[in-house]
C-alpha cells in the first residue's frame, strides 16, 4: 500500500490560483470516485475541503474544487488568500470490497 | 454539535502497548450511516489511516500494520479504541480519531463499500514511544 504522490511544496501570490496533484494507480485513484482532500494549519487537526472527487462539504469555500483524470487528482485553489497557507493532502479508497485508505505525501502551498 | 476526543498516556515505553480512547459527543456512535477511524502522523510528516471500525464492530486495518492493530467500539460509553501492540521509536505521533460517514451497498460478499472522506477530526493526541 503505497502513498499517493504529491509535490512537496507549492506556492503562488494572493489571488492567483493554484493547483495540486495526486498521483495514484488503477487500484486506488483511477478505480475510485472516493478522493477526498484535506486541508491541515500548522498544529491543527486535517480539515475536509472535498469528498467524491468534486463534492464540498457545507461552508468549505467555493474557491476550493477537485478533479480526476485517470489515475491523478487535483485540487485547485482560486482567488488565493493569506490563510490558505498550509498542508494539503489527498486520500482514496484503495479497494470497495473493504473499508481501506490510504494518503498522499502531503503539499505545503504558501502565499508569497 | 458533533465533537471527537482523544485520550490516552502520552508516554509509551518501547515494546508496550499503546491504548487510545475517542469519545464521541453530540451524536450517538451507533448510527449505521458512519465508520470510526484512526489515523495518525509521525512529527514533520504525513498522515497514515490506521484503521476504522463501524456501529457493529466491524474492523477494517491498514494492512501494514494489522498485525499489530486492534479497533474496538463501546456503545454503552459512545467510545472507540484503538490499541497498537509491541511499539517503537517509529509508532511516536499524534494520533487523530475521526468520523468517516460510509455505508454498504449491496449484501457482501457481492458488497461495495463507500464513505464521503473523514469529515469530523479530533483536536489529535501527541504519543510519544521513549
Known amino acids: 500500500q503505497s502513498a499517493l504522490t504529491q509535490p512537496a511544496s507549492v506556492s503562488g501570490s494572493p489571488g492567483q490560483s493554484i493547483t495540486i496533484s495526486c498521483t495514484g494507480t488503477?487500484?486506488?485513484?483511477?478505480?475510485?470516485?472516493?478522493v477526498s482532500w484535506y486541508q491541515q494549519h500548522a498544529g491543527k487537526a486535517p480539515k475536509l475541503l472535498i469528498y467524491?472527487?468534486?463534492n464540498r462539504p457545507s461552508g468549505v469555500s467555493n474557491r476550493f474544487s477537485g478533479s480526476k483524470s485517470g489515475n491523478t487528482a487535483s485540487l485547485a485553489i482560486s482567488g488565493l488568500q493569506a490563510e490558505d497557507e498550509a498542508d494539503y493532502y489527498c486520500?482514496?479508497?484503495?479497494?470497495?470490497?473493504?473499508?481501506?485508505?490510504?494518503f498522499g505525501g502531503g503539499t505545503k502551498l504558501t502565499v508569497l | 454539535q458533533l465533537q471527537l476526543q482523544e485520550s490516552g498516556p502520552g508516554l509509551v515505553e518501547p515494546s508496550e502497548t499503546l491504548v487510545l480512547t475517542c469519545t464521541v459527543s453530540?451524536?450517538?456512535?451507533?448510527?449505521?450511516?458512519?465508520?470510526w477511524g484512526w489515523i495518525r502522523q509521525p512529527p514533520g510528516k504525513g498522515l497514515e489511516w490506521i484503521g476504522s471500525?463501524?456501529?457493529?464492530?466491524?474492523?477494517y486495518y491498514n494492512p501494514s500494520l494489522k498485525s499489530r492493530v486492534t479497533i474496538y467500539v463501546d456503545t454503552s460509553k459512545n467510545q472507540f479504541s484503538l490499541n497498537l501492540s509491541s511499539v517503537t521509536a517509529a509508532d511516536t505521533a499524534v494520533f487523530y480519531c475521526?468520523?468517516?460517514?460510509?455505508?454498504?451497498?449491496?449484501?457482501?460478499?457481492?458488497?461495495?463499500?463507500?464513505?464521503?472522506?473523514?469529515?469530523?477530526w479530533g483536536q489529535g493526541t501527541t504519543v510519544t514511544v521513549s
Open positions: 475521526a468520523r468517516l460517514p460510509g455505508g454498504i451497498n449491496g449484501v457482501c460478499p457481492l458488497c461495495s463499500y463507500y464513505y464521503y472522506g473523514m469529515d469530523v
Open positions: 471500525i463501524d456501529f457493529s464492530g466491524s474492523t
Open positions: 467524491d472527487v468534486t
Open positions: 486520500s482514496s479508497f484503495t479497494s470497495s470490497s473493504t473499508l481501506e485508505v490510504i
Open positions: 488503477s487500484s486506488d485513484v483511477g478505480s475510485y470516485n472516493y
Open positions: 453530540g451524536a450517538s456512535i451507533s448510527s449505521n450511516n458512519y465508520y
